[in-house]
């Protein structure tokens, strides 16, 4: 199976997932080693990805538990009083 | 995610439900980050988002009985904060922000395709150490139109599984993958123009970070 890149596009999210079926992960592979920039689109991507998952990209604010803890438990305490 | 076990977590909730209501805080303490991150990524505003994951653990708490456990107590929880964001996107919302997302269909033949880039290297992970760009993503999360900002959350950012997704939003699979894709595509556009002024000449061209 040739692919065109518009094509490989439209798999990215599934082949990043792992979710491409054999005949159509071989298809993208094959495309992505001979194709620049769609090697440089699945690259890309998956640096948007990585970022993503980084723990840093979202912090939680500083003392946040011990304010939710603290606020849970006065409504707790209006709830069973 | 470090979650109790679905045993666990079970018999934290039948206890609360018959009294001990104390525990409530244990069972809450694996997924006080997954709230607070889930309402932020979708409104970005710190304050916004901390007093509504404390408003989305309230909740929970009243609610609890109504957890009949089909689904993942997690997946529960997570709905509930994305109802608690949803809420709190409307009240700060103009109505022409609101139109925006209507033209937006899932099946129209939009533009999703990516940034396409001739002279990209590959780029070292330590440039993805920079803070800068770790608030560029926030920012290009937070202007994706509603329905594909909710995927990507959901998907990217708490690694829900598809189906988890799916159950939290009220939607199919299938509808999940279509906007994931989009959505991912719509934060390589935003983003490589600051991934790539990060790349160094040279590099890899094939390298890969996941195998």
């Known amino acids: 199976m040739n692919l065109d890149c518009k094509h490989v596009w439209e798999h990215i999210s599934g082949y990043l997932d792992q979710q491409l079926d054999a005949e159509m992960l071989a298809a993208v592979e094959k495309h992505v080693e001979n194709c620049e920039v769609c090697s440089a689109v699945l690259d890309s991507t998956r640096n948007v990805l990585v970022l993503t998952a980084d723990d840093r990209t979202y912090e939680l604010p500083v003392g946040y538990s011990e304010r939710l803890h603290e606020r849970l438990a006065a409504a707790m305490r209006g709830e069973s009083g | 995610m470090k979650a109790a076990s679905a045993t666990n977590e079970a018999e934290l909730i039948r206890r609360i439900l018959a009294g001990e209501t104390e525990l409530f805080h244990e069972l809450i303490r694996p997924y006080e980050r997954l709230v607070y991150v889930t309402i932020f990524a979708i409104l970005k505003n710190e304050t ?95 202007n994706l139109p509603e329905k594909y900002r909710e995927v990507f ?24 993958k279509v906007r994931l894709h989009r959505a991912r595509m719509m934060l390589q556009k935003a983003l490589v123009p600051y991934l790539k002024t990060q790349a160094p000449a040279g590099g890899g061209f094939f390298r890969r970070w996941l195998a």
């Open chain 2, 48 to 142: 916004e988002a901390e007093d509504g994951a404390q408003e989305a653990m309230i909740s929970a708490f009243r609610h609890l009985k109504s957890f009949r456990g089909e689904a993942k107590f997690s997946t529960w929880l997570v709905t509930i904060a994305m109802n608690e964001a949803r809420k709190r996107l409307r009240k700060g919302k103009t109505a022409a922000e609101d139109s925006l997302d209507v033209t937006l269909e899932d099946h129209d033949g939009g533009d999703y395709t990516p940034a396409v880039l001739t002279d990209w290297r590959d780029i070292p992970l330590e440039a993805l150490e920079k803070k800068e760009l770790r608030g560029k993503l926030q920012e290009a999360v937070a």
């Open chain 2, 153 to 176: 959350v959901l998907r990217d950012i708490e690694e829900l599984n598809q189906e988890e997704t799916a159950a939290a939003l009220g939607i199919n699979v299938t509808l999940v």
